[in-house]
T-cell receptor, first 117, second 115 residues
Framework: AQTVTQSQPEMSVQEAETVTLSCTYD???????LFWYKQPPSRQMILVIR??????QNATENRFSVNFQKAAKSFSLKISDSQLGDAAMYFC??????????????FGEGTQLTVNP | DSGVTQTPKHLITATGQRVTLRCSPR?????VYWYQQSLDQGLQFLIQ???????AKGNILERFSAQQFPDLHSELNLSSLELGDSALYFC??????????????FGQGTRLTVV
């Protein structure tokens, strides 16, 4: 079974600074997807960024980028120019690519990010 | 707005009761997933349906059941409720494509409080 670990329960960053959230995972599969989801106080789960394991290039979405190290099974999220609206719980998630009919997400424990003005 | 609709948003009920949570997936999505988020268990996968058929089961209790209807909406039934069932229940949906599936889009969740 796959596992996802986020070793930082809490992180804080100054507004406009850069912060990196860590995530490691364990799997025996070679083809899979990794995601970062954001959960603000509204509790809505919002997709931040997605990475396909077969792609070597790291995904980027505006101020959000990932550092995907497949051999090390590491998938960190970098938030640049942090904004107050980035304050939220961030979840790293894994999904197998074995089935085209979809597959469950396995989530990490989450990292609570605080952005200080 | 993710396009996934969950009703109700909040539900308060007594122990021993039965409730039904409803989910309407994004238009065209065939897969529906149910997740439970609680303080002690984190985000846990419960069950997945694909085009009306049960596809995968996770940590779903026997007191819980789900189904997906021909119009693709889904319902999660929770019975003999216990205090520990209090949690946020999410529905998510996704759509198959050539390589893998689209990412899962989540509804806003149903906050269940058992008193």
């Amino acid at each position: 079974a796959q596992t996802v670990t986020q070793s930082q329960p809490e992180m804080s960053v100054q507004e406009a600074e850069t912060v990196t959230l860590s995530c490691t995972y364990d799997t025996s599969e070679s083809d899979y997807y990794l995601f970062w989801y954001k959960q603000p106080p509204s509790r809505q789960m919002i997709l931040v960024i997605r990475q396909e394991a077969y792609k070597q290039q790291n995904a980027t979405e505006n101020r959000f980028s990932v550092n995907f190290q497949k051999a090390a099974k590491s998938f960190s999220l970098k938030i640049s120019d942090s904004q107050l609206g980035d304050a939220a719980m961030y979840f790293c998630a894994y999904r197998s690519a074995r089935e085209t009919s979809g597959s469950r997400l396995t989530f990490g424990e989450g990292t609570q990010l605080t952005v200080n003005p | 707005d993710s396009g996934v609709t969950q009703t109700p948003k909040h539900l308060i009920t007594a122990t021993g009761q039965r409730v039904t949570l409803r989910c309407s997936p994004r238009s065209g999505d065939l897969s529906v997933y149910w997740y439970q988020q609680s303080l002690d268990q984190g985000l846990q996968f419960l069950i997945q349906y694909y085009n009306g058929e049960e596809r995968a089961k996770g940590n779903i209790l026997e007191r819980f059941s789900a189904q997906q209807f021909p119009d693709l909406h889904s319902e999660l039934n929770l019975s003999s409720l216990e205090l520990g069932d209090s949690a946020l229940y999410f529905c998510a949906s996704s759509h198959p494509r050539e390589h893998g599936d689209t990412e899962a889009f989540f509804g806003q969740g149903t906050r269940l409080t058992v008193v």
